[in-house]
Nanobody
Framework: QVRVVESGGGLVQAGGSLRLACTVS????????LDWHRQVPGKQRELVAR???????NYLDSVKGRFTISRDNAKNTVYLQMNSLKPEDTAIYYC?????????WGQGTQVTVSS
Protein backbone atom coordinates (compact mmCIF):
# COMPACT_ATOMS: atom_id res chain seq x y z
CA GLN A 1 0.00 0.00 0.00
CA VAL A 2 1.35 3.41 -0.97
CA ARG A 3 1.60 6.08 1.72
CA VAL A 4 2.34 9.75 1.05
CA VAL A 5 3.21 11.82 4.11
CA GLU A 6 4.03 15.54 4.09
CA SER A 7 5.84 17.46 6.82
CA GLY A 8 7.48 20.81 7.41
CA GLY A 9 4.58 23.25 7.27
CA GLY A 10 4.09 25.98 9.80
CA LEU A 11 3.82 29.69 10.48
CA VAL A 12 6.46 32.04 9.11
CA GLN A 13 6.78 35.77 8.59
CA ALA A 14 6.80 37.27 5.13
CA GLY A 15 10.28 37.02 3.64
CA GLY A 16 11.07 33.89 5.57
CA SER A 17 11.71 30.33 4.44
CA LEU A 18 10.29 26.87 4.97
CA ARG A 19 11.23 23.46 3.62
CA LEU A 20 8.49 20.93 3.04
CA ALA A 21 9.25 17.22 2.81
CA CYS A 22 7.16 14.38 1.43
CA THR A 23 8.04 10.75 1.98
CA VAL A 24 6.45 8.10 -0.23
CA SER A 25 6.48 4.46 0.82
CA UNK A 26 5.25 1.39 -0.98
CA UNK A 27 5.93 2.53 -4.53
CA UNK A 28 8.71 2.44 -7.11
CA UNK A 29 9.65 5.94 -6.01
CA UNK A 30 12.44 6.56 -8.49
CA UNK A 31 10.11 5.85 -11.43
CA UNK A 32 7.40 8.30 -10.41
CA UNK A 33 6.85 11.96 -11.00
CA LEU A 34 6.24 14.08 -7.93
CA ASP A 35 4.23 17.26 -7.53
CA TRP A 36 3.56 19.86 -4.89
CA HIS A 37 0.11 21.43 -5.14
CA ARG A 38 -1.57 23.98 -2.90
CA GLN A 39 -5.11 24.95 -2.11
CA VAL A 40 -6.79 27.84 -0.38
CA PRO A 41 -10.35 27.30 0.92
CA GLY A 42 -12.85 28.21 -1.77
CA LYS A 43 -10.30 28.05 -4.57
CA GLN A 44 -9.10 25.34 -6.92
CA ARG A 45 -6.04 23.33 -6.10
CA GLU A 46 -3.07 24.52 -8.17
CA LEU A 47 0.16 22.89 -9.23
CA VAL A 48 3.12 24.63 -7.60
CA ALA A 49 6.06 22.51 -8.73
CA ARG A 50 6.77 19.22 -10.45
CA UNK A 51 9.81 17.00 -10.76
CA UNK A 52 9.92 14.09 -13.17
CA UNK A 53 11.58 10.74 -12.63
CA UNK A 54 14.49 12.09 -14.67
CA UNK A 55 14.80 15.25 -12.62
CA UNK A 56 13.18 17.79 -14.95
CA UNK A 57 11.32 20.51 -13.08
CA ASN A 58 8.43 22.88 -13.71
CA TYR A 59 7.09 25.71 -11.57
CA LEU A 60 4.05 27.91 -11.20
CA ASP A 61 5.02 31.33 -12.54
CA SER A 62 4.40 33.08 -9.24
CA VAL A 63 6.93 30.91 -7.38
CA LYS A 64 9.71 30.80 -9.97
CA GLY A 65 12.97 31.98 -8.46
CA ARG A 66 11.66 31.53 -4.92
CA PHE A 67 10.75 27.83 -4.65
CA THR A 68 12.89 24.82 -5.50
CA ILE A 69 11.70 21.24 -5.82
CA SER A 70 14.17 18.39 -5.41
CA ARG A 71 14.11 14.67 -4.81
CA ASP A 72 16.25 12.16 -2.95
CA ASN A 73 15.54 8.73 -4.39
CA ALA A 74 17.64 7.04 -1.71
CA LYS A 75 15.28 8.44 0.95
CA ASN A 76 12.04 8.20 -1.10
CA THR A 77 11.56 11.87 -0.34
CA VAL A 78 10.72 14.99 -2.33
CA TYR A 79 11.36 18.46 -0.97
CA LEU A 80 10.03 21.93 -1.61
CA GLN A 81 12.35 24.69 -0.47
CA MET A 82 10.36 27.89 -0.18
CA ASN A 83 12.21 31.18 0.16
CA SER A 84 11.06 34.80 0.20
CA LEU A 85 7.62 33.67 1.28
CA LYS A 86 4.66 35.99 0.75
CA PRO A 87 1.25 36.08 2.46
CA GLU A 88 -0.31 34.88 -0.79
CA ASP A 89 1.67 31.63 -0.44
CA THR A 90 -0.56 30.74 2.51
CA ALA A 91 -2.33 27.48 1.71
CA ILE A 92 -2.47 23.78 2.42
CA TYR A 93 0.33 22.15 0.47
CA TYR A 94 -0.21 18.66 -0.91
CA CYS A 95 2.26 16.16 -2.28
CA UNK A 96 1.34 13.93 -5.19
CA UNK A 97 3.13 10.84 -6.46
CA UNK A 98 2.07 9.62 -9.88
CA UNK A 99 2.94 7.71 -13.00
CA UNK A 100 1.05 6.42 -16.06
CA UNK A 101 -1.26 4.18 -14.00
CA UNK A 102 -1.18 5.46 -10.42
CA UNK A 103 -1.97 8.62 -8.54
CA UNK A 104 -1.48 9.13 -4.79
CA TRP A 105 -1.98 12.18 -2.61
CA GLY A 106 -0.89 13.07 0.87
CA GLN A 107 -3.10 14.64 3.52
CA GLY A 108 -1.50 18.06 3.20
CA THR A 109 0.48 20.39 5.43
CA GLN A 110 -0.55 23.92 6.33
CA VAL A 111 1.73 26.82 5.42
CA THR A 112 0.81 30.22 6.85
CA VAL A 113 2.76 33.36 5.97
CA SER A 114 2.06 36.40 8.11
CA SER A 115 2.53 39.93 6.84
Amino acid sequence: QVRVVESGGGLVQAGGSLRLACTVSGSAFRLTSLDWHRQVPGKQRELVARISSGGSTNYLDSVKGRFTISRDNAKNTVYLQMNSLKPEDTAIYYCRSWDWNSNYWGQGTQVTVSS
